[in-house]
């Protein structure tokens, strides 16, 4: 369409270019290069050091150059139309285009930029800085057309980058103080405006009722003097006078005049500080090289030679010397920052990790069999003390019977002892206490047995096995990077490689901790911070087996007990659940065991407390169980075949209280051995052939109660007696086991629980305050049941069945 007429038909009319006068085209007589032939050139920046900068002030001067760049593409793009996100990934290789995102169009401008004769000025900030991609940009303009430039712009910059870096600099905090002056400016024009809309408001308020005041004011005076006429039109006397009230009435004032409004104040001018003049570059708000970039190429990065194909190395800002001793140290100081993206772990670390692993489940199965053994010993001395009380018993019960004559059976060949348990002793604490720690030649076994992580918390372990992975981390990382110029992790990515070589996350919040260098300072015995924030082991990377991490470990734990004792509270850990989750190791016991649980005559809230709406309270408190076994207060008695539990209750003797009713349920016990016959409910018979003892109710709010197996009775029970499980459950408390077995003697110590003594001590019975209310009425006069002793009753009766005659409760003693 640039000819005399249209190539196709247009639907609009319009002049062509050709017909355009004269007058109102600009002819641009392009200037024939220097030498006869057009340069072609490569700046060669660091990222973030005055790249699009410079080539925007060598544009300015040389205007006959054309730019070269993706960001020249994306502007080219822009003002044909195309829509572009704010959000670029950098400057260097703009995004948000996704017309752009298949690069043909950066290729189609590349391939015909050669075909015209004209300068350019090829910007690439990472692709001229590396050799590989010099070179292909070379290639390009390698036509005896062009003379090809690398202008080398590193180290300080000139006088004139200089200055106009400040006046860049200057310009954007001139601007940022500008946005914030002018919100203010406008945040007190709209409160002056809301102020004066107010107060226009009251003033149209005060004139209407002023106006509505004056009318009525005005209709009076009209309506007496319509009197006064007519009293004088028909010669009558008129006294009535004139109404004053039209003359009270305030005059509205006068409209104020409108304010001058005053001129708007500049804005204040800012100053550069003297760090902001010492600055050589501006701060973009966009970085030249996304962050991923920038990491995995800038170790790569090289300074252009001739050799590479560029006819002239043009050092624009400092010497080639200067410039390569800056680059060197630029790319030390970026080994330190920044991560190394394409890092894979060696397999040193691997086996090494490994290795780690398989020793801490070792560890873990030593620590479960040493408190095993401490186990089995408790349990053997707790079956010793019980059979010797046993046969202390016997003793008495066989003396007995040979008095009055009776036959007494021989006594059972008794199964010797454990011996080898029973010798065996466990570590005195006092003495583990003084072991050196590090002096110990065996961690598994530091005297009888006992490993040197006995004592180990959760807390423990987790921090152990902390102190290997930053051990392993900080040599691994040298081993696998194997750069000389690369320290060691710097501790703002510990994170990062973390993960890398152990997949998982490294969270400062896991440990109660602000940042990575607070995790350090939990294991500085270990690990530390060296120069330029880098970790450092203190350890040696050819251990032959990992002994040291526990006594690491245990010479913290006891430091830290030592300053939690003296009361120095920063020495409290502050692991959170997350963490101490992933070590399931069982919790130790501490060097003495927990002594058997004694027979109590203590109060705890039981039998006598008042019920509550949840069932807690008349039977035991909120569940079941107290914490621990505690004396029957009434006496024993037997419950015949035959027989219900309540009658029997109640027909062992007289009153022995008012207000005194029995248990709502007994607790059968077999003396000849266990046998699983659960609850008797009131009104229930007891079992055929099993004579059993019935405990009453204590005197005192403490029920009878195996601490192990929670058996407490809940007050939701009273009224009913022993109710089945199902029905408990209901009511938000736990049911006993379905079969509730009174262990022998004999098991009662392997419990670890002392047997009851051979005669409770006779108390009176206490009524459950839940039996009220439940259409039950509690018996006028209830007796404590006869005293009896432990031991084994013969019963002889047959056919035991349901109780005959009325319950107390009325004819139906379900109720």
Not at 488 to 502: E, S
């Amino acid at each position: 369409n640039f000819g005399p007429s249209p190539a196709a038909p247009l639907p609009f009319k319009c002049n062509m270019i050709q017909e355009a006068a004269k007058a109102h085209c600009t002819v641009t007589q392009q200037a024939p290069p220097e030498g006869g032939k057009y340069e072609v050139v490569y700046p060669v920046s660091l990222p973030d050091e005055g790249t699009f900068d410079w080539l925007d002030m060598y544009l300015e001067k040389n205007p006959s150059f054309t730019e070269l760049s993706d960001r020249m593409i994306m502007e080219w793009a822009q003002k044909s139309g195309f829509w572009a996100s704010n959000a670029k990934a950098s400057r260097d290789k703009p995004d948000g285009m996704k017309e752009l995102d298949d690069a043909s169009i950066r290729r189609a401008v590349y391939t015909m930029a050669p075909l015209q004769a004209r300068s350019y000025v090829v910007m690439e900030v990472k692709g001229n800085l590396l050799k590989d991609e010099r070179k292909e940009l070379l290639s390009k303009f390698d036509t005896p057309a062009f003379t090809k430039t690398a202008v080398v712009l590193v180290g300080e910059p000139s006088s004139e980058f200089k200055k106009k870096t400040l006046e860049m600099t200057l310009k954007k905090k001139q601007a940022a103080s500008d946005a914030v002056f002018n919100s203010k400016l406008a945040e007190e024009k709209r409160k002056k405006a809301a102020a004066k809309r107010q107060k226009d408001q009251e003033k149209a308020k005060k004139k209407a009722q002023t106006g509505m005041a004056k009318k009525i004011a005005e209709a009076k005076k009209k309506a007496w003097t319509d009197k006064a006429a007519k009293a004088l039109a028909d010669d009558k006397p008129f006294e009535e006078k004139e109404p004053e009230d039209y003359k009270e009435v305030e005059e509205v004032e006068p409209d104020e005049p409108e304010e001058v409004e005053e001129p708007e104040p500049d804005p204040p001018k800012v100053e550069l500080t003297p760090d902001e003049k010492k600055s050589f570059f501006f701060a973009h708000d966009v970085q030249d090289l996304a962050a991923s970039v920038l990491s995995a190429n800038f170790a790569k990065f090289s300074l252009p030679t001739k050799d590479e194909g560029f006819d002239e190395v043009r050092y624009t800002w400092s010497k080639e010397s200067k410039s390569e001793e800056h680059l060197k140290k630029w790319i030390a100081e970026r080994k330190l920052t920044l991560r190394v993206e394409e890092l894979v772990p060696g397999q040193w670390a691997l086996k090494t990790y490994k290795d780690w692993s398989t020793t801490l489940l070792e560890w873990q199965k030593k620590l479960k069999a040493y408190k095993d053994k401490i186990d089995a010993k408790a349990k053997a001395k707790a079956a010793r003390e019980a059979k010797a009380k046993m046969t202390a018993a016997l003793k008495v019960a066989k003396e007995k019977a040979l008095a009055e004559g009776k036959t007494v059976p021989e006594d059972k060949k008794e199964e010797e002892d454990n011996m080898e348990v029973d010798e065996w002793e466990e570590i005195d604490p006092a003495e583990f206490a003084k072991l050196d720690v590090y002096g110990a030649e065996d961690i598994h076994d530091v005297g009888c047995g006992a490993p040197i992580f006995k004592d180990f918390a959760a807390a423990d372990w987790v921090l152990m096995t902390l102190r290997l992975e930053l051990h392993l981390l900080a040599i691994a990382f040298t081993k696998d990077c194997n750069d000389p110029d690369r320290l060691g992790v710097h501790v703002d990515h510990m994170p990062f490689y973390y993960n890398k070589y152990f997949k998982k996350n490294l969270s400062p919040a896991d440990y109660g901790v602000a940042g990575c260098a607070e995790i350090v300072k939990l294991v500085m015995d270990t690990v530390y911070l060296g120069s330029q924030s880098v970790l450092q082991s203190q350890l040696s990377d050819d251990m032959e087996t990992f002994a040291v991490f526990a006594k690491l470990a245990e010479d913290a734990r006891r430091n830290r007990l030592l300053r939690l004792d003296l009361g120095e509270e920063a020495a409290q850990l502050k692991l959170n659940g997350r963490i101490l989750g992933s070590f399931q190791i069982t919790q130790p016991r501490g060097h003495k065991r927990e002594q058997p649980k004694e027979w109590s005559n203590q109060q705890q809230q039981g039998w006598g407390g008042p019920p509550t709406a949840e069932g807690a309270g008349a039977w035991g408190g909120a569940k079941w169980g107290a914490s621990k076994w505690t004396k029957p207060q009434g006496q024993a008695t037997i419950i015949k075949p035959g027989e219900s539990a309540l009658t029997a209750a109640v027909a062992a003797a007289p009153a022995a209280g008012k207000g005194a009713a029995p248990a709502p349920a007994a607790v059968a016990d077999s003396s000849s051995g266990p046998k699983p016959i659960g609850i008797i409910r009131p009104g229930a018979s007891a079992p055929a052939k099993a004579a059993t003892p019935v405990f009453a109710p204590p005197a005192g709010p403490t029920p009878f109660t195996p601490a192990g197996k929670g058996l407490v009775i809940p007050s939701a029970a009273a009224g009913k007696g022993a109710m089945a499980a199902p029905v408990l459950a209901g009511k938000g408390v736990t049911p006993p086991p379905a079969g509730l077995v009174m262990p022998s003697a004999p098991q009662w110590q392997s419990k670890g629980v002392t047997p009851p003594p051979a005669a409770p001590q006779q108390k009176g019975v206490t009524n459950p305050a839940a039996w009220a209310g439940k259409g039950a009425p509690a018996p006028a006069a209830v007796a404590p049941p006869a005293a009896q002793s432990y031991g084994k009753v013969q019963d002889k009766g047959k056919g035991a069945g349901p109780a005959k005659g009325a319950s107390p409760y009325g004819k139906d003693s379900s109720k």
